[in-house]
């Protein structure tokens, strides 16, 4: 239950027979560039410097598409959605969250698209990125809450930028995405998700490597026709279509949620000492930012919060019976 009026032109235009490929993952792995490669074009803006690029939302309409892949289209039509990744520079998660979920929604709603279908959903990774994060396991645990185990055969790790690794790095770089699939991938695998290597380098040692997505795609395709296609959906989607739950009540809203309120008591309890141990004036600015950083954790969370007058609004339908 968010708001469902599609802002997204290939929403507004969208098809019962659409079938979503969504890419997400962490800033600068090659979300939009994959999609420009796919598209044919440069349908999406690709970034240059440290700062994330894509701030919102956006999906594209494939219109050229190869001819084995039209075969196992059987007519439908290819949307494409591209996603900033939850680290965003200047978007705050919880905004990204919002969009990400009205989209889902909106793709889903009767009142508009009228049931697109996910043909699957890319989670990409910079191989050339070293060590594993707080950003990076905030990213995953939101993505497997956005999917749910029971979408994870709708999953493929997709291991970018392998031409930037030098050859002497090669080891190290194989190394770490070993450790990636043992270790914090493993529960997404073991649930049917799946790793493939874009344009991999010869040398490379790990199975699963892929010269071009459209042999991705293809696969996903023939894997969603032999399943017979029905209740392709995300677990958010469930949640928020299906369940008519709000946002903060759907998994990752509450993963969401309980990892602000985690890092808002944090800030707190530094806030609180620092302050009991008398303040420099070089402390000052440190305190200043600190409220700043208590100040935007709270105002993400209460941006989470339904208003009354929505939770009203469902109270009364569901009073009344309505589904
Ligand atoms: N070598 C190499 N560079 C790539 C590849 N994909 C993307 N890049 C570069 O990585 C940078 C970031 O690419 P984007 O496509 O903007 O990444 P993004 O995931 O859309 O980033 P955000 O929109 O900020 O979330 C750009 O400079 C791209 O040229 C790839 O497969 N190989
Ligand atoms: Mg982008």
């Known amino acids: 239950m968010v708001k469902s009026a599609p802002g997204d032109p290939t929403l507004a235009l969208g098809n019962k027979d659409d079938i979503v490929f969504a890419l997400m993952g962490q800033t600068k792995a090659g979300k939009s560039s994959l999609i420009n490669r796919i598209y044919g074009a440069k349908v999406r803006r690709v970034g240059e410097e440290m700062i994330s690029c894509t701030k919102q939302l ?10 084995y892949v039209q075969d196992a289209l059987r007519g439908r039509r290819i949307v494409l959605l591209d996603t900033p990744g939850f680290d965003d520079t200047d978007v705050g998660d919880d905004e990204i969250l919002i969009r990400i979920a009205n989209w889902l929604e909106t793709s889903l709603s009767s009142r508009y698209c009228k049931g697109m279908l996910v043909g699957g959903v890319l989670y990409l990774h910079d191989t050339t990125k070293d060590g594993w994060t707080g950003a990076s396991r905030r990213n995953l645990n939101l993505f497997s809450k956005i999917c749910g185990d029971d979408a994870m055969n709708l999953v493929r790790f997709l291991t970018t930028k392998w031409g930037n690794v030098p050859d002497t790095q090669l080891g190290n770089a194989e190394r770490r995405i070993k450790e990636l699939k043992e270790k914090h991938w493993q529960p997404l695998i073991a649930h049917g998700a799946a790793v493939h290597h874009l344009d991999p380098p010869r040398q490379l040692s790990l199975p699963g490597g892929i010269q071009d997505p459209w042999v991705l795609i293809h696969q996903m395709l023939v894997s ?20 008519r739950r709000f946002l903060i009540e759907s998994k990752a809203g509450r993963e969401l ?11 707190k309890a530094l806030q609180r000492a620092a302050r009991e141990d008398g303040v420099s004036s070089v402390d000052k600015e440190a305190l200043q ?5 208590i100040d935007e954790l709270t105002r993400q969370i209460g941006n989470l919060t339904p208003a009354l007058s929505k939770r009203l609004k469902r109270w009364v339908w569901n009073v009344l019976g309505f589904s």
Do not use: Y
Not at 259 to 264: A, G, K, P
Not at 289 to 293: F, L, T, V
């Open 224 to 243: 969603m026709n032999a399943r017979q296609m029905r209740d392709r959906i995300l677990l958010l989607q469930r949640e928020l279509v299906k369940e």
């Open 289 to 293: 930012e600190r409220q700043r950083q």
């Open 257 to 267: 949620s309980m990892s602000l309120e985690d890092l808002l008591a944090r800030a």
């Open 58 to 67: 956006e999906s594209v309409a494939i219109e050229e598409v190869p001819q």
